[in-house]
């Protein structure tokens, strides 16, 4: 033991501590840091709210419509489901419920994102409840609450 002490202090000291049945210093980080996150995690999953309503009560009337692809470019159900989102956006652009639309292009396959900010939280769920419905059996066709407009 005395030889391995001379050679290695490092390593000794790490085996004098495992020995005694210490905990190793990243042990107890990692220990930490699972407590913290589970903590964290809890504390959010407790209050029952959902992302989509987090998302509202921040006052964002903003959110995406997606049309995706698996590697052999959008498929035309999606399309389809894409151009006729189009027409209640654009309808209640026209009403002054939306405030921007932005269509861009996002994969080289076709895939595009299309933002919307509504004027108010409420404009943005009634769209969304509409668009929600036009997209539930359609594949890579989503719609999902989030900030997408630079200002």
Do not use: W
Request: glycine share 8%; hydrophobic share 40%; proline share 4%.
């Amino acid at each position: 033991m005395r030889d391995m002490d001379a050679r290695s202090p490092k390593y000794a000291a790490r085996e004098r501590n495992a020995a005694k049945g210490g905990l190793r210093p990243l042990s107890i980080v990692l220990s930490l840091g699972i407590l913290a996150l589970t903590a964290l995690s809890s504390s959010g999953e407790a209050s029952g709210v959902k992302s989509e309503t987090r998302a509202a009560e921040k006052s964002s009337a903003e959110f995406a419509v997606y049309a995706l692809s698996r590697g052999k470019g959008v498929p035309e159900p999606t399309r389809g489901a894409l151009r006729k989102a189009h027409t209640p956006l654009e309808g209640a652009q026209q009403r002054g419920e939306v405030i921007r639309l932005k269509e861009t292009r996002i994969g080289l396959e076709g895939e595009t994102r299309l933002c919307v900010e509504a004027k108010d939280v409420a404009a943005a769920r009634a769209l969304l409840l509409e668009l929600r419905a036009m997209a539930e059996k359609v594949e890579l066709f989503n719609v999902v609450v989030e900030p997408c407009l630079k200002k």
